[in-house]
């Protein structure tokens, strides 16, 4: 039973347009969420986080957006460099139940943006 | 964001040897510490929490005797992969929490090839 889920596997877009990466998850009890970037062959960068008690969190070209009731968030880059081409994995962790802070990681999405 | 090293970057050895793989919090002390493994062309896959001062935790599935954790100190964790086999070929990666934002921060991750 997968809890993270990005359906999208892959994404490109044009340089200095708007990319969109989406995330689902079903556990209602993940209440933070992250999105880290990754190239191959190297750990996760950390990118943004937002916890459940917002709907919005926004740090220079990225903006996470959370929608509680539909269990639904999304990392907007904006504008898009061809710097940003990787791996965009989605991440939720718990704080409460006995999780111990631990991440659910979604599958990914390959972003590609093009000059 | 919290730096976190990773020891040695890539490994390869014979079936039936053990390698010992170190992960360092390099800027501030932690607790607790995530172990993670990436097979090719998937999500990050949680294979325990290692604790200072205690036994780890590990997820279903992982076998304890196996990858063994040791969390001796605030800022060192090691993982050993006893008697490897080709089958245990992958990405292991270590996280430490930054507890005033629950955000895991990641190592660069270590290769490991088993012949």
């Known amino acids: 039973d997968q809890q993270v889920k990005q359906n999208s596997p892959s994404l490109s877009v044009q340089e200095g347009r708007i990319s969109i990466l989406n995330c689902d998850y079903t556990?209602?009890?993940?209440?933070?969420f992250l999105w880290y970037k990754k190239y191959p062959a190297e750990g996760p960068t950390f990118l943004i986080s937002?916890?459940?008690?917002?709907d919005k969190n926004e740090d220079g070209r990225f903006t996470v957006f959370l929608n509680k009731s539909a269990k639904h968030l999304s990392l907007h880059i904006v504008p898009s460099q061809p710097g940003d081409s990787a791996v965009y994995f989605c991440?939720?962790?718990?704080?409460?139940?006995?999780?111990?802070?631990?991440?659910?990681f979604g599958k990914g999405t390959l972003l590609t943006v093009n000059p | 964001g919290a730096v976190v090293s990773q020891h040695p970057s890539w490994v390869i050895c014979k079936s039936g040897t053990s390698v010992k793989i170190e992960c360092r919090s390099l800027?501030?002390?932690?607790?607790?510490m995530f172990w993670y493994r990436q097979f090719p062309k998937q999500s990050l896959m949680l294979m325990a929490t290692?604790?200072?001062?205690?036994?780890?935790?590990?997820e279903q599935g992982v076998e304890k005797d196996k990858f063994l954790i040791n969390h001796a100190s605030l800022t060192l964790s090691t993982l050993t992969v006893t008697s490897a086999h080709p089958e245990d070929s992958s990405f292991y990666i270590c996280?430490?929490?930054?507890?005033?934002?629950?955000?895991?921060?990641f190592g660069p991750g270590t290769r490991l090839t088993v012949l």
């Open positions: 991440a939720a962790s718990a704080s409460s139940g006995g999780s111990n802070y631990k991440l659910t």
């Open positions: 556990n209602s009890m993940f209440d933070y």
């Open positions: 937002i916890s459940s008690i917002k």
């Open positions: 800027d501030f002390q932690a607790t607790t």
């Open positions: 290692s604790n200072e001062g205690s036994k780890a935790t590990y």
């Open positions: 996280s430490t929490r930054d507890r005033g934002t629950d955000t895991q921060y």
